[in-house]
């Protein structure tokens, strides 16, 4: 399985970008958890965003709720992540994550939980 993000860039504050992650190696099967995290420079990884493929359930780190929505494309096999009204805070190298099975809401948020990473792609805002 392999993960691919891309659509990050220089914004400034305030704007918007759609970063996207595609998914080969595997059908996009209902079930395993399809997350981002994001890293800034000397931090750790933190949770963003994760879809519940089970559910379609959406969870949100309270930093991004009402900012950043995350959505799927069966038939593209690929993720995304609106990430909206930007600000400085949010610049950071942002990955997106799988793994292959299912795994209760409360252990979604954990970037231990995941076996598998895309390649991180960055995100610069602008003050």
């Known amino acids: 399985v392999q993960l691919q993000a891309s659509g990050g860039g220089l914004v400034q504050a305030g704007g918007s970008l759609r970063l996207s992650c595609a998914i080969s190696?595997?059908?996009?099967?209902?079930?395993?958890?399809m997350a981002w995290f994001r890293q800034a420079p000397g931090m750790a990884r933190d949770f963003v965003a994760v879809i519940d493929t089970w559910t379609s359930n959406t969870y949100y780190a309270d930093s991004v709720k009402g900012r950043f929505a995350i959505s799927r494309d069966n038939a593209k096999n690929t993720v995304y992540l609106e990430v909206n009204n930007l600000k400085p805070e949010d610049t950071a190298v942002y990955y997106c994550?799988?793994?292959?099975?299912?795994?209760?809401?409360?252990?979604?948020?954990?970037?231990?939980?995941?076996?598998?990473w895309g390649q991180g792609t960055q995100v610069t805002v602008s003050s």
């Open positions: 994550a799988s793994r292959d099975r299912r795994i209760i809401t409360s252990a979604m948020n954990r970037a231990g939980a995941y076996e598998y």
């Open positions: 190696g595997r059908t996009f099967t209902r079930g395993p958890p």
